[in-house]
């Protein structure tokens, strides 16, 4: 990295009314010429630290010099993304640009290729005088890294670009940063890039980690991933049921993390010796990840068994299947929104919705969820028809959504109150599972606690707790882990997994990948069509296929699928 | 580098995208151009403050010819609608349940004293827990007796004067239309409307948008931003004063007997306050619900009911008239009503010109102290 553009030292920020600091003396330093990741899970600081760089937040404590200054007072050479992009949605794309060119004052006679070269750099050309609003979710991104770089800024802060657009969009933008720091027209260019995907921080040239306002880990990415090089093992060839087998090895002295791939188990071990000699299972080195620095930096993720699936009832399902799309169609107009989806899910398994956003996912969630009324086709959930009895449909799932969905002004035990007797417990009943719920997930001491004001992991913790109070056969979980550090994560899927094994059916929508290999089986819509399904192995076997990549991840596998549909799409265009 | 420099291509840039949304949102020109169309027909036409055709009741006591041609007359009157009768008893009856708004009782002895000459009075009761139709009722009642004691005059080929005479004029509205001075008050609620309700939005917009952040981080100054918020709602105010003044003066054909000038100056005056005040709301709250009904609350209603529009400010508890004077609007909508019906009273006109301009000074210091740079509470 070359010189500094941004140094902070020793930064500290309260916010009133939270008890721990939302930054607790962090310090970084903006080097030229190089992609810096501020990279940590919702929550920890990374926008309250980019806020306080743009001069938007007077720090507490600490020391900071922007630019050489003052934060705040160079601000014609800062170019600032903020998360929700800071466009106008009912101006142009143009008329943004030409916004952003005038507030930076830039120079009237270079506005002419400034915009063109923007414009191509973004392939926004075409859309130059569409409504910003009208724009995907990977357009807007793309207009508003191009409003930040009307004017050649000197540094360049980037608010977690990537968090609610699809993987696709989000690779094209880490491109199109990383192709500016090589350029010579942007030569010179500090690039603070925040991110929440942890993927995403491998490929920074120097990282920041931070967690509850606090700095985990600073320099080379490689560095933290280099050092639990050799303990990162693939379990393959074992005869158990891979989710007994992960809540077995957990449990286990010096299993430090594990995750499911697919068929085979991903672990994290304290000693590269730990599994070697055992048998039932083959064991082979694996490519270690940022994630299992970061993971280790933490303290190891949860043991294996779930308390929640232990106390839970066994799901007994008889056989049957716990959720059935048969040929579910929504049209809105003249628009399809999903197009004939099809598929069933037996108990005691997770499926998996994959998809970008817009793509049809919701639509077909909704459906099922009894929220949309299909135009064709018929569905069931837990053997009622939702045509029918969609209210019994209702009662047998519990819903887990994306964002937080409970009553952030209302206290913890408010809010068990309450879905407890919106999913229809009896006073008894619902004493019972309260108590439960509580006991199982450690909200003992919050229960008093506005819910709006809990950390995101508690939050997180509530809502699965809101959702599983009623002992439902069947759960849906929309996004449920998005942006949650991978502690959280691991512990909601390890109650997750137990679920399943006591015979619950749950589907997932995501398009988060991690979350996909958990599945046993997926199904990925793209333009409101299923365009590929099988197990997370099916599936990257078929792009290894496509690509000629070896050992594809999950995302390139999803990457790949969606190119190869559009590459059909426009031959068969080409062909009428 | 002061807060108080503007930066011409910034501020023109900022006008040029404040004048684009307003073009873009359907709402907002509805609220503009038709929301002034929609209040002035309302109270131009629907709501009537006159007493057209009101019941009252006749109590004709005496059986003289002079009796019976007064209580034809009033019969025959185009504003009342009458209930005959003897004795007053059954009608304070219908007086009390509301049945009719007042009574006329012509006396035993009418008939008696129009023939020697001079009358005994009639007696006029209203209905007093409606102020304002007792007013009319009674003026009207009045008005009646005294055509009718004309005409008989000039039957009779009398000369002298009747011995007593009382002469009722109403200046500057001599048929007493209401709409003549609703609708100057129908023009300061849309201005209100304009100045306060949508510029309440515009900021608290872009709060929730996330695109103040992003302004902020640029070199904008935060006089560029609140004046580029004013110009555009200042000239859309001004554009629908003007609509407004087009209706009153053709379609209503309410007189303005003052000045353009005068108007334009008391115009500019009341809108500081106004656009003042829906900035500083707009940029205390950040959310647009809270915003509108702060608006609503404290520029609209009380532009409503506490400026003398509809209820006389003079028959308010003291407390409450009290109150009025911190209703930029009580000083507005006089002042209005005199430009058009009078004239240009200056004496009266500049005083409250210096009253609106020193409450708008106030809210533009309050805005500019609650717009800080900064993201922090």
Redesign the interface.
């Known amino acids: 990295m070359g010189d500094a553009v941004a140094i902070a030292t020793g930064v500290v920020k309260r916010f ?1 009314g939270l008890a721990a600091p939302a930054l607790d003396g962090v310090s970084m330093t903006i080097g030229t010429g190089g992609v810096t990741g501020l990279v940590g899970p919702d929550g920890a600081g990374k926008t309250t630290l980019i ?1 306080i760089l ?5 720090a507490d404590a600490g020391e900071i010099e922007v630019l050489g200054q003052a934060p ?1 007072e160079d ?2 050479d ?1 170019g ?12 142009s794309v143009e ?1 943004n640009l ?3 060119a ?4 830039l120079p009237d006679d270079e506005r002419e290729a400034t915009f063109a070269r923007l414009l191509a750099f973004t392939d926004l050309e075409r859309f130059r005088s569409r409504m910003a609003g009208k724009l995907s979710g990977g357009m807007k991104q793309k207009l508003g890294l191009a ?1 930040a770089l009307v004017k050649r800024p000197r540094l360049l ?1 980037l608010d977690e670009p990537g968090v609610g657009v699809d993987p696709i969009s989000r690779r094209e933008l880490w491109a199109m940063v990383q192709e500016l720091t090589a350029d010579e027209h942007y030569g010179g260019m500090g690039v603070l890039w925040s991110t929440a995907y942890l993927d995403e921080a491998e490929k920074c040239d120097q990282v920041y980690l931070l967690n509850e306002g606090k700095l985990l880990f600073e320099g080379d990415p490689a560095e933290l991933t280099g050092s639990v090089a050799d303990r990162v093992v693939r379990l393959t060839g074992f005869e158990q049921r891979r989710r007994r087998l992960l809540t077995d090895m957990l449990d286990r002295e010096g299993v430090i993390d594990g995750t499911i791939q697919g068929r085979s188990l991903r672990l994290l071990l304290d000693r590269p010796d730990r599994l070697v000699g055992e048998s039932g299972f083959q064991l082979a080195p694996a490519a270690p990840r940022f994630e299992d620095g970061f993971i280790e930096r933490l303290g190891g993720g949860p043991k294996g068994t779930s308390r929640l699936a232990e106390a839970y009832r066994t799901v007994a399902g008889d056989g049957g299947k716990a959720i059935v799309a048969k040929g579910l169609t929504k049209t809105f107009g003249d628009f399809t929104a999903a197009s004939n989806v099809s598929f069933e899910v037996p108990y005691g398994t997770i499926f998996g919705l994959l998809g970008p956003n817009g793509a049809g996912k919701s639509t077909t969630f909704k459906m099922l969820c009894g929220l949309l009324t299909p135009s064709h086709g018929e569905g069931a959930v837990a053997g009622h028809d939702l045509r029918t009895s969609g209210g019994k449909a209702r009662a047998a799932l519990g819903y887990m959504a994306q964002k937080f969905s409970l009553y952030g002004d209302l206290s913890v035990a408010q809010n068990l109150d309450f879905f407890a007797g919106a999913y229809g417990l009896g006073r008894a009943g619902a004493r019972e599972a309260i108590e439960r719920v509580t006991e199982v997930f450690e909200l003992g001491d919050v229960l008093k606690v506005n819910a709006g004001t809990l950390p995101l992991g508690f939050k997180q913790r509530l809502a699965l707790a809101a959702a599983v109070m009623h002992e439902p056969p069947v759960l849906f979980l929309d996004e449920p882990t998005s942006g949650v550090d991978p502690v959280t994560r691991r512990e909601f899927w390890t109650h997750i997994n137990g679920l399943v094994e006591k015979g619950v059916a749950v589907l997932v929508t995501t398009h988060f990948m991690e979350e996909a290999e958990y599945c046993d089986e997926i199904t990925l819509i793209y333009r409101s069509q299923q365009i590929a399904s099988g197990t997370p192995d099916d599936l990257k076997r078929q792009a290894a296929g496509m690509d000629g990549l070896d050992d594809p991840t999950m995302e390139d596998t999803f990457i790949a699928m969606i190119e190869a549909s559009d590459a059909r799409r426009e031959a068969e265009d080409a062909a009428a | 580098m002061s807060a108080w420099q503007i ?1 011409p ?2 501020l ?3 006008v ?2 404040e004048g ?2 307003i073009l ?2 359907p709402s907002t020109i509805l609220i503009a151009l038709g929301l002034p169309v929609l209040l002035m027909f309302l109270f131009g036409y629907a709501i009537n403050l006159d007493n057209s055709r009101t019941r009252i009741g006749v109590a004709l006591q005496d059986d003289s010819a002079a009796a019976m041609s007064l209580a034809s007359a009033y019969r025959h009157s185009p504003y009342f609608e009458v209930v005959l009768e003897r004795t007053t008893a059954p009608l304070r009856a219908q007086l009390v349940a509301g049945e009719i708004r007042g009574i006329v009782v012509i006396p035993q002895d009418f008939g008696k004293g129009a023939a020697r000459g001079h009358r005994p009075p009639i007696q006029i009761i209203a209905d007093g827990s409606q102020p304002n139709a007792a007013n009319f009722t009674t003026a009207y009642a009045r008005g009646v007796v005294q055509t009718w004691a004309a005409q008989e005059a000039q039957a009779a080929g009398q000369r002298a004067p009747p011995p007593i005479e009382l002469s009722l004029r109403f200046w500057y509205n001599p048929s007493l239309a209401s709409r003549y001075f609703l609708v100057p008050g129908a023009i300061a609620i849309v201005i209100t409307m304009i100045g306060t309700l949508l510029t309440s939005l515009v900021i608290a917009r872009e709060w929730e ?3 103040m ?8 100054r935060m006089s560029e931003f609140l004046a580029s918020k004013i110009v555009p709602y200042f000239l859309l105010a001004l554009a629908s004063m003007a609509l407004c003044t087009v209706l009153a003066t053709m379609v209503f054909q309410v007189p303005l007997r003052g000045s353009l000038f005068a108007l334009f100056a008391l115009t500019v005056a009341y809108l500081m306050p106004a656009l003042g005040q829906g900035l500083f709301i707009s940029a205390a709250t950040k959310n647009q619900f809270v915003a509108s009904q702060v608006a609503l609350l404290s520029g609209f209603l009380p532009t409503f009911l506490l400026s003398g529009f509809l209820f006389e400010i003079a028959s308010m508890p003291k407390w409450i008239q009290a109150i009025t004077y911190i209703v930029p609007a009580r000083y507005f909508i006089p002042a209005l009503q005199t430009i058009f019906l009078a004239g240009d009273i200056w004496s009266l006109i500049l005083p409250a010109i210096g009253y609106l301009l020193a409450f708008g000074a106030i809210f533009f210091l309050l805005c500019f102290r609650a717009s800080r ?5």
């Open positions: 009133a806020r743009a001069g938007l937040m007077a705040g601000l014609a800062l600032y993304m903020p998360q929700r992009f800071g466009l106008y949605e009912d101006l008329q030409t916004l952003y005038d507030m930076r004052a409003c802060l | 930066d291509r910034r023109r840039a900022m040029v995208k684009v949304q873009r949102d948008r996330g695109t952040e992003a302004m902020m981080a640029t070199p904008m740079r900064s993201l922090d509470k």
